[in-house]
């Protein structure tokens, strides 16, 4: 049986390589978008769209999402790929209706994934990190498919649902020590895998942001305001005030939206910027309000690194340009440069492994479009059997982790697409 969009796929395909004119490249990239729609989705009795993150048998709302971003670019004539869109984000936001605490599900109420977790653990979820970034994801989502198709029939009800526990959510933790029921607890791992306080994680002021208890990595925060995700917040914020507007006739959601918006956006710039002895003004990764600030940057998206590409800043704003430098340095303790390849890295994963995904996202945010072409060519060789994995060793690239990352495959061909400005016609829009 056909995966859907298998036309689509091979003529989209075909222009990428009269473009890029690299058998290896071209090879990689259609193996990677036909991955994803043949092994990592499936349609499940209700009609919606389950889609693991690769080797682990579980939807997570950041990594389906972004599976879906190369698919929004060629879509638009093609209706089976939008149907697997569409059935994506039906599940994600019946998901999120479920608890907006989780970070990843179950196909079915089994009770599968981290059971002896201490948290308010129901049978759909595998696991329940609160992470602010998985209920950013699904609102740009739904976002992106209506700018890139035009199609408005996923703002259904089930949507109107997952935005209440949203904003809901998201204005309880903008104070979390008061009235956040939220707390987490996983006895016997690492520290990085549990929240200090009894579960209740690190002690935070109120400033605006949205506290998160975990990183887009899965790794607990250190403080508690994650600032990439706040950013990507106010992005989905403006989105979302958007499609009240013009698709939902909600005045009232899109005063909610704005307002919930200009407080995120003035704590990050209250507290969210920090001074830097030789840079400047640059974004801090992490803050609690109280004077603690974390300066790194992570692989995951969202990143610093990732804040034009998400729609927050113009890649030529000075704070932004001072924060990339910063990122992209052995200033940031998880920049790792080696014989084989530079690149930023996650405490996630080993020392010394640069993500595929950071080096896409580093190429998407230039506007040097040889080092665009360049890192193509890199995450080419990186490959694994046809597939990108999470990490590889910036010394040893043969030493890596999860062989097949889908996530990975996604932003490779993102790269690959935007690098060839396909599609010629507008899609997805990004708002600040």
């Not at 998206?301 to 910063?326: H, K, N, Q, T, W």
Request: net charge negative; hydrophobic share 45%; with cysteine.
């Amino acid at each position: 049986m056909a995966a859907p969009g298998e036309r689509t796929l091979a003529q989209v395909g075909e222009r990428v390589g009269d473009l890029v004119r690299d058998a290896a490249t071209v090879d990689l990239f259609t193996g990677c978008l036909a991955r994803t729609l043949r092994r990592a989705i499936r349609r499940l009795d209700d009609g919606t769209v389950f889609a693991v993150t690769g080797d682990i048998p579980a939807m997570w709302l950041r990594d389906s999402a972004a599976q879906m971003w190369p698919y929004l670019r060629v879509c638009r004539h093609d209706a089976d790929l939008q149907d697997v869109v569409a059935g994506v984000l039906a599940r994600q936001v019946r998901y999120v209706v479920t608890d907006p605490y989780a970070n990843a599900f179950n196909a079915a109420p089994d009770g599968a994934g981290h059971r002896t977790d201490r948290t308010d653990l129901g049978p759909w979820v595998w696991e329940r990190k609160y992470e602010l970034d998985s209920l950013c994801y699904p609102l740009d989502l739904a976002f992106r498919f209506w700018r890139a198709t035009g199609r408005v029939d996923h703002f259904d009800a089930w949507y109107q649902r997952a935005v209440e526990r949203i904003l809901t959510t998201w204005t309880v933790e903008q104070d979390h020590e008061s009235r956040s029921p939220y707390a987490f607890e996983r006895p016997g791992g690492p520290a990085s895998d549990t929240l200090v306080r009894g579960g209740r994680g690190p002690v935070t002021a109120v400033t605006g942001m949205t506290w998160s208890g975990f990183r887009p990595s899965d790794d607990a925060c250190r403080y508690g305001y994650h600032v990439p995700a706040n950013m990507f917040a106010v992005v989905v914020l403006g989105q979302l005030a958007q499609v009240a507007t013009e698709v939902l006739d909600d005045g009232a959601l899109a005063r909610r939206a704005l307002a919930l918006r200009a407080e995120i956006d003035a704590g990050i710039a209250r507290h969210g910027i920090v001074t830097h002895p030789e840079l400047g003004r640059i974004y801090a990764y992490e803050v609690d309000g109280l004077g603690g600030v974390c300066l790194m940057d992570d692989a995951n998206v969202p990143s610093l690194l990732a804040a034009p590409l998400l729609g927050y800043v113009d890649v030529a704003d000075p704070i932004y340009e001072a924060s990339r430098r910063f990122v992209l340095s052995a200033a940031n303790p998880y920049f790792y440069a080696g014989t084989a390849v530079a690149g930023i890295g996650s405490p996630h994963t080993p020392p010394r492994h640069v993500w595929p995904i950071a080096l896409a996202v580093q190429a998407l945010t230039s506007l040097d479009r040889d080092e665009q072409r360049e890192t193509i060519g890199t995450l080419t060789r990186l490959a694994v059997d046809g597939a990108m994995p999470e990490s590889v060793h910036c010394d040893r690239p043969d030493v890596h982790t999860r062989e097949w990352f889908a996530w990975a495959d996604a932003m490779f061909c993102e790269l690959v697409l935007s690098y060839c400005g396909l599609p010629a016609e507008p899609a997805a829009v990004v708002t600040p």
